[in-house]
Nanobody, 116 residues
Framework: QVQLVESGGGLVQPGGSLRLSCAAS????????MSWYRQAPRKERELVAV????????NYADSVKGRFTISRDNAKNTVYLQMNSLKPEDTAVYYC?????????WGQGTQVTVSS
């Protein structure tokens, strides 16, 4: 079965960095678009970044452009989110996702807290 397992979250000070990982299994990872979403308390879940199956194209939410970088290693079935210059408003649970017209899979999420 499809599994997406996020890791790498934690508590970081404003201006700091974290790298999130999402290990995928149960499907042909290298054939699928992958995304990172986040959900802050009392807010809707929002798309943060998307990467195509070969990593050739990436898109970002305006709020994270220039600070976050999505990447993938198809040999390791893993997608990453490098987060730099973190702000308190980046505090959220971050989720890994792959979705299409007839499927939609989520990981369990990893908490990122940006606070001094």
């Amino acid at each position: 079965q499809v599994q997406l397992v996020e890791s790498g979250g934690g508590l970081v000070q404003p201006g700091g960095s974290l790298r999130l990982s999402c290990a995928a299994s149960g499907f042909t990872f290298s054939s699928y678009v992958m995304s990172w979403y986040r959900q802050a308390p009392r807010k809707e879940r929002e798309l943060v970044a998307v990467i195509t199956s070969d990593g050739g194209m990436k898109n970002y939410a305006d709020s994270v452009k220039g600070r976050f970088t999505i990447s993938r290693d198809n040999a390791k079935n893993t997608v990453y989110l490098q987060m730099n210059s973190l702000k308190p408003e980046d505090t959220a649970v971050y989720y890994c996702n792959t979705a299409g017209w007839n499927y939609n899979y989520w990981g369990q999420g990893t908490q990122v807290t940006v606070s001094s």
